[in-house]
């Protein structure tokens, strides 16, 4: 017999309640991060026709069958080779250390290749670790394609050509074809081998751009300047006007009695880096007018110069601090949401509310054990551990 609840819902019969089940995506510690929405979903014969409470039924899909073992297992395997290569974790990281050493092996064969006395030992230990730096990265770049289609943005061959797209894979593709151009054109041996060794020798650099694959460092960078735009541009401008007058100042005092300031651009480039604390030492005032005038302003524009400095360091410490406190409100948000559902199960289902106005009935009725009918089994519990505590005493 149906029984009506007094929220308008309708209460499945025991033979019903054996065949549904609830369940929330993203309480289960081992679910993936691209199912962590909330969301409820409902096994059954219910099942392929709601994927949660709020979703609308879904037309034209059976529930009948089960998904095989093949596109499980490869599903499993491209959800798992994506989180190695986008987002490592734990024991990931290997593999990442791995390749880091690669590039920083490759770079620094590069540097001696071009001393001439590691040159002839350098360079066929380089050629190796090219042909295995290639290899690896082909197959990387590959495999990234391959596994980003178990995003729904990515899927398909459109998918795979926008995930192409992104900066880091551009700069995967360029150091790709310029090591496999390097390494042609070394094998020649002739004259444009040479020049496009040293030439093409540059693009190696680009590969330390890549360790970062999420841009996490240029992000908090940007981040810092954008939160701190105005007082990094108020001391570059009093900076700047330093420049200027000061240059000017000291060109109007050298002219004509220092050879070093015949034109207006040797005076700023004195002011340049004597402004900045470099001093190369190949420009400098002889007269007491100038002198006096590069030590004033040197006083002032120092200060401002090294400003940007200081707003940068205390903006990225502040940065981290707030880093710190969101993942501490991250690892609160799970269990906040997993006691925010079991309300509203208890709220939704409970007989004997009566201010309800609304609910939605299709999730009374697929609800396997209402928390109404498990009230009298926790008092019962919680009666049974107060005895045993006294017994106990």
């Not at 490592?88 to 920083?104: E, K, N, Q, S």
């Not at 919680?382 to 005895?387: R, S, T």
Request: charged share 20%.
């Amino acid at each position: 017999m149906v029984q009506k609840s007094r929220n308008g819902g309708v209460y499945p019969g025991p033979a019903a309640e054996k065949k549904l089940k609830v369940g929330f995506v993203g309480l289960d510690p081992g679910a993936p991060d691209s199912s962590r929405d909330g969301a409820l979903l409902i096994a059954g014969s219910e099942s392929s026709k709601r994927g949660s409470i709020l979703s609308k039924p879904r037309s034209g899909v059976s529930g009948s069958g089960k998904p095989p073992k093949r596109n499980a297992f490869y599903r499993k395997l491209q959800n798992f080779l994506y989180n190695v290569l986008e987002r490592p974790r734990g024991w990931a990281f290997i593999y990442h250390a791995y390749v880091f050493l690669l590039v920083f092996s490759c770079l620094v064969l590069s540097v001696f290749s071009t001393i001439d006395e590691y040159q002839n030992s350098s360079e066929g230990a380089l050629y190796i670790l090219e042909i295995v730096t290639i290899v690896v990265f082909g197959v990387e770049y590959f495999v990234r394609i391959w596994a980003a289609g178990c995003c729904c943005r990515y899927r398909g061959w459109r998918g795979r050509l926008k995930f192409a797209r992104k900066p880091f894979c551009v700069i995967d593709i360029m150091v790709l074809i310029a090591s496999i151009a390097v390494l042609a054109a070394g094998s020649q041996g002739n004259v444009f081998a040479t020049s496009a060794l040293r030439s093409l020798r540059f693009l190696q650099i680009l590969r330390m751009i890549r360790m970062d694959r999420r841009g996490g460092t240029w992000k908090l960078l940007g981040s810092v300047v954008y939160a701190h735009s105005k007082e990094l541009i108020t001391a570059w401008y009093i900076g700047f006007l330093c420049l200027i007058l000061a240059s000017f100042l000291v060109y109007l005092a050298e002219k004509g009695e220092n050879e070093h300031f015949d034109t207006y651009a040797d005076a700023l480039w004195w002011g340049l880096i004597t402004l900045t604390t470099i001093g190369y030492g190949d420009k400098y005032p002889q007269t007491w007018n100038g002198r006096l005038l590069a030590a004033t302003f040197t006083l002032i524009g120092v200060s401002f110069f090294a400003l940007p400095a200081g707003i940068l360091g205390s903006g990225f410490a502040l940065k981290v601090q707030e880093q710190h406190r969101q993942k501490h409100f991250e690892k609160r948000r799970n269990p906040a949401a997993g006691l925010i559902q079991a309300a509203w199960r208890f709220y939704a289902t409970n007989l004997s509310r009566t201010d309800l106005h609304s609910t939605w009935q299709y999730y009374e009725r697929t609800v396997t054990v209402p928390m109404y009918r498990l009230k009298k089994l926790i008092s019962r519990a919680v009666a049974l551990c107060c005895d045993s505590c006294r017994a106990q005493v």
